[in-house]
C-alpha cells in the first residue's frame, strides 16, 4: 500500500452544515423579552471577521483523496444569540456512512465494498473543537476535545455556558482523517455525511 494510492481511494464528503436551533425553558428572569434563545451563525473568514449572519450555513466540509494523518477541514463560525441567555453545545447529527467503491485489493479486506451499504468511515475522522471569545486569531483546539466524529451524536461539545444577548463566541471545527492500522483497508472509497447542529437549552 503507498501513500499515493491511499491520496487516490480515500473519499470525504461532508455536506449540509446546517444549524438548527433546539431551544427549551420558559421565558422568567435575565432578557425575559425574549422568549427563547434565537442563535445565528455565520462563517469566520481568515482575516478574523465574521460574514453574515443566518440560521444555518452553507457545506462547509466536502474533501476527497485525504492521506491518513491528514487534515480533512479547518474551519471557523462565528456563533450568536439574538434570544434569551442559552446553554450551547455542538452536536453531529444525520450521520450516514456509505461504502460506494471498491478500490484496487480493498474487497480482500471488505467484502461489502462498492455495495452502497453501510460504511467504515466515519470512526476513522477525529473532531476537534476550539471555542474563544474572541475571532483573531483562531482559536486553539481544545486536546481533550478531539474523538471519534460519531460521538458527538450522544456527547456534544460545550460551546458556551451561557451565551448572553448578542454575545459572539467563536468556533474552530478541525477534522483529521486518522484512521486505525487495521482499519486502513476498510475505510478506503467510503463516503461520510453529516450535518453540525448547534442547540441552545435555557433551562
Given at each position: ?84 441567555p442559552a446553554r450551547v453545545d455542538l452536536f ?7 461504502d460506494v467503491a471498491c478500490s ?100
Amino acid at each position: 500500500m503507498s501513500g499515493a494510492w491511499w491520496r487516490r481511494t480515500v473519499v470525504i464528503v461532508a455536506v449540509a452544515v446546517a444549524v438548527p436551533v433546539v431551544a427549551t425553558g420558559t421565558a422568567a428572569g435575565d432578557d425575559a423579552d425574549t422568549a427563547k434563545p434565537d442563535l445565528k451563525v455565520a462563517v469566520r473568514s481568515p482575516s478574523g471577521t465574521c460574514g453574515p449572519y443566518a440560521d444555518d450555513l452553507p457545506v462547509l466540509v466536502a474533501r476527497s483523496n485525504v492521506a491518513p494523518g491528514g487534515t480533512v477541514a479547518d474551519v471557523g463560525i462565528c456563533v450568536t444569540n439574538r434570544g434569551r441567555p442559552a446553554r450551547v453545545d455542538l452536536f453531529v447529527r444525520e450521520l450516514v456512512d456509505l461504502d460506494v467503491a471498491c478500490s484496487p485489493d480493498e474487497a480482500s479486506v471488505d467484502a461489502t465494498c462498492g455495495s452502497n451499504g453501510r460504511g467504515e468511515l466515519s470512526p476513522a475522522l477525529a473532531q476537534g473543537v476550539g471555542v474563544s471569545a474572541s475571532c483573531s486569531p483562531q482559536p486553539a483546539v481544545d486536546e481533550g476535545s478531539v474523538r471519534a466524529l460519531p460521538s458527538l451524536s450522544a456527547a456534544p461539545v460545550r460551546i458556551a455556558d451561557r451565551l448572553r444577548n448578542r454575545d459572539v463566541v467563536c468556533v474552530r471545527l478541525l477534522l483529521r482523517f486518522a484512521p486505525a492500522a487495521d482499519d486502513l483497508g476498510r475505510v478506503q472509497s467510503d463516503r461520510t455525511t453529516w450535518r453540525y447542529l448547534l442547540a441552545a437549552d435555557d433551562r
